[in-house]
């Protein structure tokens, strides 16, 4: 036990439980209900759990320590068997507060400001300089500032839109509307939104993954647009780098949010050692792995944080880069690419989706899939010119005929196996087309067919 100190007034004992051993100095005083209640918070347990003395017998939840027999150096067992939620338990001197966070209401106000705020950034960044556009940096710089202070209870919410105001603030000042400059203009954006989140992040911790994922998202962010300006790569480049980056992204991601400590899914203490000690026959009874059910809460709650967050980043990343792709692709043999990376990267988008079970995720992956084909849409249509009604009659042809494939397929059991695996096969497919066609959508094949026939001219 830890050495602690004992007066005539206060009681050294330790308390044995689901969330593991805990030493506590608690008053001669003290119930039984309150020191049941300071181990629940102090090991994070959603309920508060029953005391028994090291014999097994149960103390009553209004009896004080001195009561039933405790004295310093006591051990105490808390056990789950006739536990209370602990929202619901509260001390017997003083009234219970109900204070209550940030909702799924706050969390839509603060993505409305965070949208409003890049809205008023872009705009800003193309009006006139003038003190209109000071006043609007001065305000998004302001509005990033105050979001990372840890005060008030919409904290957890606000220290999340913080980076976007200073984003926006950043995309403001370092405006260029030259398209080979549009890259880094984007990185540096990125950077100071990672480095807002840093300091949020460092200031307050009740969001520290969503801050996480913006702080990664804007590094790379930087690195990507900064490393293609220092060795001279085209706009386009950045681009599909950053358009594939998000498509793979789908995959990685949820082996990062499903992260299980080790001991919760092994048994450390019987893992052998060497050859000699796996040959040994275990002495004892056979020990026994307990999960805590507030660790098992906690590891939920941080992977669908991180999920939401990721597929927000992925949303943002593919609403900037596919555009932007079809639009600095001016060779036709690297605007066929780009077309073909758009268009593949959104089909590995959708086809991931099905993949998540987390309804917000799987709604901003299939957003970021539409947003690239509908870009894809939107330049093919423009080009199509004269012709545009003819394509428009063909596409409603094919649609109404995919239509009525995919509801024989569902009346037949769209989600069985042998669909999931043809869905399965086909987003790798994309991902491999993506892929392959990031070669010509970044000018590479172009350069290379270029120096091919420059060598065959000389020669």
């Known amino acids: 036990m830890a050495n602690t100190f004992a007066t005539t007034n206060s009681l050294a004992v330790t308390v044995h439980g689901p969330a593991g051993v805990l030493d506590l100095v608690v008053p001669t005083a003290a119930a039984a209900l309150d020191v049941a209640q300071e181990y629940a918070r102090q090991s994070g347990l959603d309920v508060v759990?029953?005391?028994?003395?090291?014999?097994?017998r149960p103390i009553p939840a209004e009896d004080s320590l001195v009561d039933a027999g405790i004295e310093t150096g006591g051990v105490l067992v808390a056990t789950m068997v006739g536990a209370r939620p602990a929202a619901a338990s509260g001390r017997r001197h003083a009234p219970a507060r109900t204070a209550t966070?940030?909702?799924?209401l706050s969390a839509l106000s603060f993505c409305v400001a965070a949208a409003a705020a890049a809205l008023a950034g872009w705009c800003a960044a193309h009006a006139p300089s003038g003190d209109l556009q000071t006043a609007t940096v001065a305000v998004l710089a302001g509005a990033g500032l105050v979001g990372v202070l840890p005060i008030g209870r919409f904290v957890a919410?606000?220290?999340?839109?913080?980076?976007?105001?200073?984003?926006?603030a950043a995309f403001v000042v370092v405006w260029d509307p030259e398209l080979e400059r549009l890259p880094m203009v984007v990185g540096l954006t990125g950077l100071v939104a990672a480095l807002t989140a840093a300091v949020g992040r460092a200031l307050d911790r009740r969001s520290e993954e969503a801050l996480r994922v913006w702080i990664v998202v804007g590094v790379l962010l930087f690195l990507v647009t900064g490393l293609g300006a220092l060795v001279g790569a085209p706009a386009q480049l950045c681009w599909s780098l950053l358009l594939v980056g998000a498509m793979l992204a789908t995959r990685f991601v949820p082996g990062y949010a499903v992260d299980v400590p080790d001991q919760y899914l092994i048994d450390?203490?019987?893992l052998a050692v060497s050859a000699w000690s796996a040959r040994e026959q275990p002495s004892g009874k056979r020990g026994r792995s307990v999960v805590p059910l507030g660790a098992i809460t906690v590891l939920a709650i941080r992977g669908t944080r991180i999920i939401t967050a990721s597929g927000t980043a992925i949303?943002?990343?593919v609403l900037v880069a596919a555009p932007m792709l079809l639009l600095t692709a001016s060779q036709p043999i690297d605007l066929i690419g780009a077309r073909c990376l758009v268009g593949f990267a959104g089909g590995g988008l959708l086809l991931a989706a099905r993949s998540y079970r987390h309804a917000a995720a799987r709604v901003l992956l299939r957003m970021a899939g539409l947003v690239c084909w509908v870009?894809?849409?939107?330049?093919?249509?423009r080009e199509a010119g004269a012709d545009v009604d003819w394509w428009l009659a063909i596409g409603a042809v094919l649609?109404?005929?995919?239509?009525?494939?995919?509801a024989v397929a569902v009346g037949r059991g769209w989600r069985s196996a042998w669909w999931s695996r043809r869905a399965e096969i086909a987003e790798g497919l994309c991902a491999a087309f993506a892929l392959a066609?990031?070669?010509v959508a970044c000018g590479w094949f172009r350069a290379l067919w270029e120096v091919a026939s420059l060598w065959e001219l000389s020669s």
């Open 437 to 439: 066609s990031l070669v």
């Open 101 to 104: 966070g940030p909702g799924a």
């Open 268 to 270: 450390l203490e019987r």
């Open 315 to 317: 949303l943002g990343v």
């Open 375 to 381: 870009a894809l849409l939107v330049v093919l249509l």
């Open 399 to 406: 649609l109404g005929v995919l239509v009525v494939v995919v």
């Open 157 to 168: 919410h606000r220290v999340v839109a913080a980076p976007a105001f200073a984003a926006a």
């Open 49 to 56: 759990p029953a005391l028994h003395t090291s014999t097994g």
